[in-house]
């Protein structure tokens, strides 16, 4: 069993053991995500999303860069990480994204459907000179989109079940275990470009994605600018 605890640019777990081990916040995989529905030009929920993210981290699997770092598995209905649905829920909470439900035949349940809204763009034009430092991963992502966008998340699966050689097996996914891995991108050990993002960027992106956070620091500012700011 682990404990969080928040810490300056990582999480620390942990264990009933006492031992604490350091894990850095992805925050490449959320303005990835961002990105993704910034481009869309229709809803999506978490499984349409995840083959979205799946073709692309693929893409860039075989052109030895990294752009997310979601670890996919395959699941019943395709390539896919439970940190996806986790993100996007985060995403819309915090109104980077908004959703809807709606029930879903197959599944038995309500599925959220999640869409863009105006801080959507206006985070991803906040940070365009990352976006470009990165150009060839979010042009990748762009013919992704293009190609792929449009269709559904059957479409996705029955086209992803559809190739012959997909993950890092290069064979079918239906010949995968379930739940065995199909994609790591983290196991690329030397990749030509790797999206990640330098202490400063980080910082700023961390503020960015954390509404609470963002309202105090623009608070002091305008308070140190009036000469009413006081230190506690």
Do not use: C
Not at 66 to 90: C, D, E, F, S, V
Not at 203 to 227: C, F, R, W
């Amino acid at each position: 069993m682990l404990s969080l605890i928040k810490g300056e640019h990582y999480f620390f777990l942990t264990t009933l053991r006492g031992e604490i081990v350091e894990k850095r916040v992805n925050y490449e995989d959320l303005i990835i995500n961002l990105y993704i529905f910034n481009r869309l030009d229709r809803p999506s929920a978490n499984m349409s999303t995840a083959k979205l993210l799946y073709l692309f981290e693929e893409k860039l699997f075989n052109m030895n860069m990294i752009g997310a770092h979601y670890q996919m598995k395959r699941h019943k209905w395709g390539p896919y990480n439970t940190k996806i649905g986790t993100n996007l829920k985060n995403l819309a909470l915090n109104e980077y994204i908004d959703f809807y439900e709606k029930f879903y035949d197959k599944a038995d349940k309500d599925v959220k459907i999640y869409f863009k809204n105006s801080n959507t763009s206006k985070f991803l034009n906040s940070i365009d000179d990352l976006l470009q430092e990165y150009s060839i991963i979010f042009n990748t992502l762009d013919h992704i989109i293009e190609e792929f966008g449009k269709l559904n998340a059957e479409e996705l699966r029955d086209y992803l079940y559809s190739l012959e050689k997909t993950g890092i097996a290069h064979k079918r996914v239906i010949d995968y275990k379930l739940h065995s891995i199909i994609l790591d991108p983290d196991v690329l050990w030397n990749p030509k470009v790797n999206f990640y993002l330098d202490d400063d960027w980080y910082d700023t992106v961390e503020i960015m994605l954390n509404p609470d956070m963002y309202h105090k620091i623009k608070k002091a500012i305008v308070s140190a600018q009036n000469g009413t700011f006081k230190l506690l």
